[in-house]
């Protein structure tokens, strides 16, 4: 007996033939059926978490719905949203940008109610009760929330379009997602790496974290057509109310 997934993807790829077969359509109707109101833009973000630290990366390539068509090379996909919390997000660049306009404005209506800044763990709930109240709509994105947490420890909060949470050392969203999340299992995370050997591998240090952003950014440049043009680095250390930035070249063709 087939499962109701095998059923349900079956009865989709009968309707989908159905409607293409179906030249009682007019061709206005056909088009509306096969309109979309999302767009994927392309590119690749990053966050890698150490014990005080955390280190967020963003390609600047902004493309169109046919991956040749770049709109811009200079698109900013990471948001700092106070001095202990930032935003990285990609998918389609209208959503990302009333997503970060939310964030700032319940933020600051946060702060001005309470007299004292919001905190990582409270902007991650609330991120999530956001995108959970568009989930017959949702804003099509791959949002990762980041920062210093109020004991002094580098955190992230990694969600899916409806708001499902998931915290871990790294987290990768874009289209180069899958390709770095590989990198940095073994490179970050060490868990692909063999047990005997991990004693071996170089501490989760701020420097480490950079060199290994760097060298998964170039490589993904190289095989990924959405990710490229220059790399935006910033990292954010406990203690320290200042957010650091560095810029780097990507293949730019």
Same mark, same amino acid.
């Given at each position: 007996?087939?499962?109701?997934?095998?059923?349900?993807?079956?009865?989709? +790829?009968?309707?989908?033939?159905?409607?293409?077969?179906?030249?009682? &359509?007019?061709?206005?109707?056909?088009?509306?059926?096969?309109?979309?109101?999302? $767009?994927?833009?392309?590119?690749?973000?990053?966050? =890698?978490?150490?014990?005080?630290?955390?280190?967020?990366?963003? !390609?600047?390539? @902004?493309?169109?719905?046919?991956?040749?068509?770049? =709109?811009?090379?200079?698109?900013?996909?990471?948001?700092?949203?106070?001095?202990?919390?930032?935003?990285?997000? %990609?998918?389609? #660049?209208?959503?990302?940008?009333?997503?970060?306009?939310? @964030? +700032?404005?319940?933020?600051?209506?946060?702060?001005?109610? #309470?007299?004292?800044?919001? $905190?990582?763990?409270?902007?991650?709930?609330? =991120?999530?009760? /956001? @995108?959970?109240?568009?989930?017959?709509?949702?804003?099509?994105?791959?949002?990762?929330? %980041?920062?210093? /947490?109020? !004991?002094?420890?580098?955190?992230?909060?990694? #969600?899916?379009?409806?708001?499902?949470?998931?915290?871990?050392?790294?987290?990768?969203?874009?289209?180069?997602?899958? /390709?770095?999340? /590989?990198?940095?299992?073994?490179?970050?995370?060490? $868990?692909?790496?063999?047990?005997?050997?991990?004693?071996?591998?170089?501490?989760?240090? @701020?420097?480490?974290?950079?060199?290994?952003?760097?060298?998964?950014?170039?490589? &993904?440049?190289?095989?990924?057509?959405?990710?490229?043009? $220059?790399?935006?680095?910033?990292?954010?250390?406990?203690?320290?109310?200042?957010?650091?930035? +560095?810029?780097?070249?990507?293949?730019?063709d």
């Open positions: 007996m087939n499962s109701p997934h095998m059923e349900m993807a079956k009865f989709k +790829e009968f309707m989908d033939d159905s409607s293409e077969e179906f030249v009682a &359509l007019s061709p206005m109707i056909q088009n509306q059926r096969d309109w979309s109101p999302y $767009s994927n833009q392309g590119g690749t973000v990053c966050v =890698l978490v150490g014990d005080d630290f955390v280190v967020v990366a963003n !390609d600047t390539r @902004l493309t169109g719905d046919a991956e040749i068509e770049i =709109l811009s090379r200079k698109c900013e996909k990471t948001h700092i949203l106070t001095n202990k919390i930032i935003m990285t997000s %990609c998918g389609f #660049y209208g959503d990302v940008l009333q997503l970060r306009r939310i @964030l +700032e404005l319940r933020i600051n209506h946060y702060e001005f109610i #309470y007299q004292r800044p919001m $905190s990582l763990d409270q902007c991650g709930e609330m =991120l999530s009760r /956001t @995108l959970y109240s568009r989930r017959f709509f949702p804003y099509f994105t791959g949002t990762i929330i %980041c920062g210093i /947490t109020n !004991d002094g420890r580098g955190d992230l909060y990694s #969600y899916d379009p409806v708001g499902c949470i998931e915290t871990k050392l790294f987290e990768a969203s874009g289209n180069g997602g899958s /390709t770095l999340s /590989t990198f940095f299992e073994n490179q970050w995370a060490y $868990s692909t790496v063999a047990p005997e050997e991990r004693k071996n591998m170089p501490k989760r240090t @701020l420097e480490r974290a950079l060199s290994v952003i760097r060298d998964a950014f170039r490589g &993904l440049s190289e095989r990924e057509t959405t990710t490229g043009d $220059s790399l935006n680095v910033y990292w954010l250390q406990a203690g320290d109310e200042k957010v650091h930035q +560095e810029t780097y070249r990507l293949r730019g």
